[in-house]
């Protein structure tokens, strides 16, 4: 067996220009909402064994996402399943299947966080380092490392970064992409950065072992 795909590779989280989607729905009633809903704004057909296949392109990520939101409850959402392609294959082998297949909470989590992807891939995470200082001393004692991510001119917040890498079962990847961009900046200060916090969320730790 390999690494964890999940904590070391933006892969599983990368949706490619045009994405295939065959939708399973939990009752008649989700089925006729989804297509109803979907229908006029993406190309949507109903196959014959009573399942939804959607196109989608690289531009329709997002509002795909926030239209799912819209349409079904949450519970919908994680009872509907979805086998997601990168090419629009008549034929697949059973573990490739599995492989693909994930509920139309998940996906939409992943298709919404597409910003957060690229941000990684560009190297636009960064660490900001606050002092803790000392009420004793009123000297620094330790500096914290902040996550931040940058685009452009833009800065990005800790709590958005985190909300979206949440919805998109990302939190392993950006908790670990996180520790490694603040060792790695801070070896840039080692006279003036003695003592590091670093943060992370123990639910990230896929083994404590």
Not at 2 to 27: D, I, N, Q, W
Request: proline share 3%.
């Amino acid at each position: 067996m390999g690494g964890c795909s999940r904590c070391e590779s933006l892969v599983p989280y990368t949706l490619s220009e045009k994405m295939f989607l065959h939708v399973a729905t939990p009752t008649g009633h989700t089925f006729t909402k989804l297509k109803k809903g979907l229908e006029h704004r993406l190309k949507v057909e109903m196959r014959s064994n009573g399942y939804l296949y959607i196109e989608l392109s690289a531009q329709e990520y997002q509002s795909f996402a926030e239209r799912l939101e819209n349409l079904l409850s949450k519970q919908e959402m994680h009872d509907s399943y979805l086998m997601v392609l990168s090419e629009d294959h008549q034929s697949i082998t059973p573990i490739d299947a599995l492989k693909a297949t994930q509920n139309l909470a998940s996906f939409a989590g992943i298709a919404s966080a597409q910003w957060l992807v690229k941000l990684i891939q560009g190297g636009h995470l960064t660490c900001w380092f606050q002092p803790i200082v000392s009420s004793i001393t009123q000297e620094i004692y330790a500096h914290e490392c902040l996550l931040r991510g940058h685009d452009n001119d833009k800065i990005i917040d800790a709590q958005t970064i985190l909300t979206a890498a949440k919805s998109a079962d990302m939190l392993f990847l950006v908790d670990r992409q996180a520790r490694i961009t603040s060792i790695h900046q801070a070896s840039n200060y080692k006279t003036q950065l003695k003592r590091l916090f670093i943060n992370f969320n123990p639910t990230s730790i896929y083994d404590p072992q």
